[in-house]
């Protein structure tokens, strides 16, 4: 048997709104059917994970200090994804952002003098970091033609390990008692509170600024529009005049350089130092975040609050219903699956062909 899928005719606007919240639903159904098969009450499972997070305001910073991250990259992502150009390696972006930005705050630490330059060259460091890595498979599909997605997946691995032995060796606090991580960084090093006694700092601003840009960028600009034409149709992209070299590299540097000023935003904001680890996986979930929002910035930042409220509320469920952590992540997988799956069924009709072979 064969499973032809094609493509709808006359979409319909409706369904492809509500494709994302019908996958929430069936992901939500899904989760609780494990839930109750844990032994685990689904009701008190979902007010755990969904409606305590909400009920606090310090949960509620801490949600929009994960949702920030994660909107940051996938804002990025978007750029590449709506140019049908898959980068994967954004977490590995995020994490030499985050070290090259963390090594000025570490080589600042205990300069005197002036030292309000610190931060932005932080800053700056940290986006272009980010960028010239995101071009390194860029790079290599333009010219040789490797796949992006193999290339951009394994640098992930090469940048966790470098960043491993940055914190071990070169980068470690000689009076921090052999612990594998960089000195604190000084005042000047971090980013400012938005509030005084709060725990949200100016990452969640840089963030919101960085969906007002892309949301202009692809709304109003050439740049924007050459992205969607290229996406939608490659071959009128070419007739058109468009090079698709040059778009590759910019997207994969507009991804990268999202992915790079996440980073640093994280080592310089809730961090502070350099640690054999700064990321629990934001690139890899960001592209969740990326797709249940629909490729759009507006969208994307709903999607990071609710990924950054499913994970606040999995921590919780962690503690009070001794849920396992990887539920979570595993909840999270499942809805990308879905709301991918609710996409192919917006936009295609499914004919089983019996007999047929693929």
């Given at each position: 048997m064969r499973i032809d899928l094609t493509p709808r005719a006359n979409r319909s606007a409706l369904a492809d709104a509500l494709a994302p919240f019908l996958a929430f639903l069936a992901a939500l159904l899904v989760g609780g059917i494990v839930v109750a098969a844990m032994g685990r009450?689904?009701?008190a499972a979902f007010a755990t994970y969904f409606v305590a997070p909400l009920s606090e305001v310090w949960s509620l910073q801490e949600v929009a200090l994960k949702a920030a991250p994660l909107a940051l990259i996938a804002t990025g992502l978007a750029f590449c994804f709506r140019a049908n150009i898959w980068n994967i390696g954004a977490e590995g972006q995020f994490v030499v952002g985050g070290l090259c930005g963390g090594w000025i705050g570490v080589a600042s630490?205990?300069?005197g003098g002036n030292t309000l330059w610190v931060l932005p060259l932080m800053l700056a460091v940290g986006t272009l970091?980010?960028?010239?890595?995101g071009l390194i498979p860029g790079l290599l599909k333009v010219r040789p033609g490797v796949s992006e997605i193999l290339?951009?997946?394994m640098l992930v691995y090469v940048a966790e390990l470098l960043l491993d032995y940055m914190a071990r060796g070169p980068l470690r606090d000689p009076a921090g008692f052999n612990f594998p991580q960089s000195v604190t960084f000084d005042d000047a090093a971090r980013l400012p509170y938005l509030m005084e006694g709060d725990s949200l700092h100016a990452g969640v601003a840089v963030a919101l600024a960085a969906i007002v840009v892309a949301t202009l960028v692809l709304g109003r600009t050439l740049f924007?529009?050459?992205v969607r034409v290229v996406g939608a149709s490659p071959r009128a992209a070419r007739f058109a005049g468009f090079s698709d070299a040059r778009l590759t590299l910019a997207v994969f540097a507009v991804s990268g350089g999202a992915a790079g000023l996440a980073g640093i935003c994280e080592v310089a904001g809730k961090i502070g130092q350099l640690q054999p680890s700064i990321s629990p996986g934001y690139g890899f979930t960001a592209i969740i975040v990326a797709f249940l929002g629909r490729l759009?910035?507006?969208g994307i930042l709903v999607a990071a609050l609710v990924i950054a409220l499913t994970t606040i509320g999995g921590e919780g469920?962690?503690?009070d219903l001794k849920l396992p952590l990887d539920l979570t992540r595993a909840f999270q997988g499942l809805l990308l699956a879905l709301v991918l799956g609710a996409d192919a069924l917006s936009r295609y009709r499914v004919r089983l062909v019996p007999g047929a072979t693929a």
């Amino acid at each position: 048997m064969r499973i032809d899928l094609t493509p709808r005719a006359n979409r319909s606007a409706l369904a492809d709104a509500l494709a994302p919240f019908l996958a929430f639903l069936a992901a939500l159904l899904v989760g609780g059917i494990v839930v109750a098969a844990m032994g685990r009450s689904p009701a008190a499972a979902f007010a755990t994970y969904f409606v305590a997070p909400l009920s606090e305001v310090w949960s509620l910073q801490e949600v929009a200090l994960k949702a920030a991250p994660l909107a940051l990259i996938a804002t990025g992502l978007a750029f590449c994804f709506r140019a049908n150009i898959w980068n994967i390696g954004a977490e590995g972006q995020f994490v030499v952002g985050g070290l090259c930005g963390g090594w000025i705050g570490v080589a600042s630490h205990g300069a005197g003098g002036n030292t309000l330059w610190v931060l932005p060259l932080m800053l700056a460091v940290g986006t272009l970091a980010g960028m010239l890595y995101g071009l390194i498979p860029g790079l290599l599909k333009v010219r040789p033609g490797v796949s992006e997605i193999l290339t951009s997946l394994m640098l992930v691995y090469v940048a966790e390990l470098l960043l491993d032995y940055m914190a071990r060796g070169p980068l470690r606090d000689p009076a921090g008692f052999n612990f594998p991580q960089s000195v604190t960084f000084d005042d000047a090093a971090r980013l400012p509170y938005l509030m005084e006694g709060d725990s949200l700092h100016a990452g969640v601003a840089v963030a919101l600024a960085a969906i007002v840009v892309a949301t202009l960028v692809l709304g109003r600009t050439l740049f924007g529009f050459t992205v969607r034409v290229v996406g939608a149709s490659p071959r009128a992209a070419r007739f058109a005049g468009f090079s698709d070299a040059r778009l590759t590299l910019a997207v994969f540097a507009v991804s990268g350089g999202a992915a790079g000023l996440a980073g640093i935003c994280e080592v310089a904001g809730k961090i502070g130092q350099l640690q054999p680890s700064i990321s629990p996986g934001y690139g890899f979930t960001a592209i969740i975040v990326a797709f249940l929002g629909r490729l759009s910035p507006a969208g994307i930042l709903v999607a990071a609050l609710v990924i950054a409220l499913t994970t606040i509320g999995g921590e919780g469920a962690q503690i009070d219903l001794k849920l396992p952590l990887d539920l979570t992540r595993a909840f999270q997988g499942l809805l990308l699956a879905l709301v991918l799956g609710a996409d192919a069924l917006s936009r295609y009709r499914v004919r089983l062909v019996p007999g047929a072979t693929a």
